[in-house]
Structure formats: C-alpha cells, structure tokens
C-alpha cells in the first residue's frame, strides 16, 4: 500500500473534501499542514508551486480536482460503471459552477460588492443550487440513497463539503427534503462520523 501526505494550509479550504474521502475509505494518510512561513520555504520544491499537493510514495499529484478524483477512482468512491462515473462528474461540474459565486465573495475586497454577492448567495444561487442536486438526487432511487449507484461517492462527500463551508460565509436555506436525508447519511457514515468528531478538536 503507498504512503499518502496529503500537503495544504491550517482549515479546510480546498483540501478538506480530499480529507473526508481519505476517511470514508479509511485510508489513513499523512495530513501535512503549512504555516505561511513554511509554505514559502517548501513552495519552490511543489510541482505547480501550490496547494493542495498529494504526496503518493515518491510522485506528487498536484490540482485538488485531480487529487480528490484520484483517490475517488483509487478507493471506489467513483461509482462502478462509466454511467455512474458519468454522474458524478455531473455533480463536480455543477458545484464547480456554483463555488464560482463563494470564491467571487472570498476575494471581494470591496464590502458593498461583498454583501451584494452575499445577498445573491442567499436568495438565488444557494436555493437555486439545492433545488438542481434535489431534481438530480431525486433521479438514483427517489433520493433515498445516495447521488450514485447504491453506496457512498465523491459526489455525496463533495456536496456535504461545500454546504459545510459555504455555511460559514452565508445563512442556508432550508435543504429539500431528499437533499436533507442526504446530508445527514453522509455526515453519519461511520467512518466520517469518526473523522468529524476528530477534526472538532482541530485549530481550523
């Protein structure tokens, strides 16, 4: 089995649903996390110098989508098919398309522009967002499992991520029903429900 170092700063940010799916495989890896000071003395000696960057043995593996979606395919977290592949690509490509609008807030510098995105995170795009995964959730077993097939992907784990931290820069609104039952099975998968407790004792 390799040794995997999972390199990245204090706090969630890019690396963390990488981090939940290492434990809803219970792999165990090296979670390396940099001070700023740190980061700048090893930055030059990481491919594409930034983070995150897993570490896999003696090859590195830079850009969080491809990290997150190696481990998926390395640990069966992809579905078992190329339809089920397929799908949870959907599910990466319309996130990708809704955390454009959290990153435009993350780097808005100006306040009235930052409420303003804000306001347009709250009222349009997160409700907007919860009722396409709640049409597409609906359309694997009614939406009583899970995005994919009949057990846990990066899809579902991705989903509980960005709602996790989006929930610190925005007020959710009340998750749809299949949507609701989602979240919670994921949150309460044994093995992610022991990282969690776990990662409440962290400095984030």
């Not at 390396?32 to 740190?38: G, L, N, P």
């Not at 190329?82 to 690509?89: G, I, Q, Y």
Request: charged share 30%; with cysteine; proline share 4%.
């Amino acid at each position: 089995m390799p040794a995997y170092k999972l390199m990245y700063f204090e706090g969630k940010g890019r690396a963390e649903v990488i981090r939940l799916s290492f434990a809803a495989a219970g792999q165990s890896f090296e979670d390396k996390r940099y001070s700023i000071e740190e980061w700048y003395k090893v930055k030059p000696t990481i491919p594409q110098h930034q983070l995150p960057c897993l570490q896999v043995d003696n090859r590195f593996i830079p850009q969080s989508g491809a990290i997150m979606r190696y481990i998926a395919r390395e640990f069966g977290l992809y579905g078992d098919n190329n339809d089920e592949n397929t799908r949870v690509d959907v599910i990466l490509g319309a996130s990708d398309d809704f955390l454009k609008n959290v990153m435009s807030w993350y780097y808005e510098k100006d306040e009235t522009k930052k409420e303003e995105i804000n306001k347009n995170l709250e009222e349009t795009k997160l409700p907007q967002f919860f009722s396409l995964l709640e049409s597409i959730l609906k359309e694997n077993d009614d939406g009583d499992g899970y995005f994919v097939g009949k057990k846990i992907s990066l899809a579902d784990i991705l989903i509980y991520d960005i709602t996790d931290q989006t929930s610190s820069v925005a007020k959710l609104p009340a998750f749809p029903p299949k949507l609701a039952g989602l979240i919670d099975r994921v949150k309460n998968y044994s093995k992610i429900k022991e990282y969690l407790a776990k990662r409440e004792k962290l400095t984030q």
